[in-house]
């Protein structure tokens, strides 16, 4: 056993039971949050617990004789009333149930971003550094350049001769062609760096966008894009993406969700990579559906684990390095959108996770 959690069962102060839970795959799975959640788990099997010896007294109540019949009649409107605020109660349970599945899918989101803010101050870094060294250049070239441009301002008929020798001296000494050469450089380095600066935290707006609860027309083309821009800095220069894509509609979906679909698979995908190699993200259309293909040709994954890839919690990463929420949250959202989540792989061989969706969400 690597996580054991045992719990009383409580009702009117009396001990009614013990919920005991082990877990032989990881370290750690019982956190307190969880722990939150199986309190008012353990809440619920205390009230069902109640609610059968209650149906069980009432059995017996059956049984008696005629002259009870009218103190049954009391005892069971009594607890008919107790049910309803029973149910009442579990109403409330199931809300609070709905609220926790919320928290946990906005928590494992939080976690995939948590990664990924040093990756993102590095790639935005870069281009920073580029436009304040560019323009520091920038600025001692132009006051080279203003050195001429103040001579000619002091042209006039009678001092011709003179100030054009004297120009042309200046531009010697400040190596005039290099120097407007060089402007055009650092300009274009400048363009570069605020493009790339740009497409960061355009990438960054496109993936984070809090619009789960509703339906949009989104182009799955884009969101799979600025997940692969919010990556950059754990595959660049290791990692050759090959994108195969297809003329394929927009959908109708929850962009924010499909993009943490994207983000799960190919940090799997990128992780399962130890050096260089490949990852390529394909596709297509086929009898209202669109298909996205991600290929990678990391370490696969063993014939003895496949069966519990979508499971709750289980990771085969290291302890602190996963949650065990990722694909198993994928795979609700997928079917949250009626579509399906499927995968092949081959260990040493890489993997191949295919995601199919509706055009028109149903």
Known sequence: MKSVYCLPLIFQNK???ILYLENNLAAGTFTEHRMQVLNILATQIVISVENARLYGSLEEYNRNLEAKVEKRTTE?????????????ELRTTLDHLKQSQYKLI?????????????????????????????VESLNIN???????????????SQNVDFKLKEIENIKEKVDYEETIAEI???????????????????????????????IRIADVHEGIDSTLILLQNRFKNRIEIIKKYSEIPQI?????????????????AIDSIDDNGT??????????????????????????????????FYTSKEVGKGTGLGLSISHGIIEKH???????????????FIVALPVIHG
């Open 279 to 312: 990852i390529i993200i394909e596709t297509s259309r086929e009898e209202g559906m669109i298909k996205i293909s991600i290929k990678d040709s990391g370490r696969g994954i063993p014939e003895n684990v496949k069966e519990k890839i979508f499971e709750p």
């Open 76 to 88: 069971i409107s009594q607890k008919n009333q107790e049910l309803r605020i029973q149910q009442g």
């Open 142 to 156: 132009l006051a080279e350049i203003k050195q001429v441009m103040d001579i000619y301002h002091e042209i006039t």
């Open 15 to 17: 001990l009614t039971g």
């Open 184 to 214: 055009e450089k650092l300009v274009s380095s400048i363009k570069n760096g605020t493009k790339r600066t740009t497409e960061i935290i355009k990438g960054l707006r496109t993936f984070s966008r809090m619009d789960e609860d509703i």
């Open 106 to 134: 906005q928590a494992e989101k939080m976690a995939s971003l948590g990664q990924l803010v040093a990756g993102i101050a590095h790639e935005i870094n870069n281009p920073v550094n580029f436009i304040n060294a560019g």
């Open 338 to 352: 009626n579509g399906r989540i499927t995968f092949v792989s081959e260990a040493g061989k890489g993997s191949e």
């Open 252 to 268: 109708e979906c929850y962009p924010g969700q499909l993009n943490q679909v994207f983000m799960n698979i190919l940090s799997n």
